[in-house]
């Protein structure tokens, strides 16, 4: 299942990332921004538990998201202001990484590195802000549900509507929830109109 965001504000975001004159500090921020946005939308429903806090006129009983169900994993680099921004709305959540790195000639994705977690009975928040082909998306799935994920949820900036159709064909029991889906895909696997490389453009590298 895959769900575009309608949210005005998620798509004023969006094309602030396609603007070629923000800068990489502004870029790693509203890609913070726009991934808190996602995660408040894909936690929606996401179950709840009592707890008891002290307020100003004492204790109270209050439902909290239980964090400790949740584990954050962003695909690397990239995916790293995502995971920055989710933190700071869910502080507590435990996190894990994978790095992939996709064969430019032959688009294919290789996982070089990886540091996860525990999954079991775990929710998985997978972060990857571009889905052009949606390899490096379909093999990260696959590999978090190798480690036994409950259950994966995907939180995506931008796609092709060909990479997120081969996602959900791939992983239909996984919730792709995705800022926006562009035009096409090109001859070259970019996404137009896209908005560049968001791993060289939030950390200024070429």
Do not use: C
């Not at 202001?81 to 933190?87: D, E, Q, V």
């Not at 994978?98 to 775990?122: C, G, H, Q, V």
């Amino acid at each position: 299942m895959y769900k575009e965001s309608t949210n005005v504000v998620v798509k004023h975001l969006v094309n602030r990332l396609r603007d070629v004159r923000t800068t990489s500090n502004e870029f790693r921020l509203t890609i913070e921004e726009i991934s808190r946005i996602l995660a408040s939308e894909a936690l929606n429903d996401f179950p709840t538990i009592t707890q008891n806090i002290n307020t100003w006129q004492g204790p109270l009983d209050v439902e909290v998201i239980e964090v400790q169900k949740l584990v954050l994993i962003p695909i690397l680099r990239a995916g790293e202001p995502m995971l920055t921004g989710i933190l700071r709305t869910l502080p507590y959540a435990k996190s894990g990484f994978l790095a992939m790195k996709r064969d430019e000639e032959t688009s294919l994705s290789k996982l070089f590195y990886e540091n996860i977690p525990n999954l079991e009975n775990k929710t998985v928040i997978l972060l990857d802000p571009m889905v052009a082909t949606g390899g490096s998306l379909i093999d990260g799935i696959e590999y978090l549900k190798s480690k036994n994920a409950k259950k994966i949820i995907t939180l995506n900036i931008i796609g092709s509507p060909f990479g997120v159709k081969k996602v959900t064909e791939a992983h239909p029991d996984v919730d792709m929830f995705i800022a926006q889906i562009d035009e096409r895909l090109d001859e070259n696997n970019y996404i137009r109109p896209g908005l560049g490389d968001a791993g060289d453009r939030a950390f200024n590298t070429h």
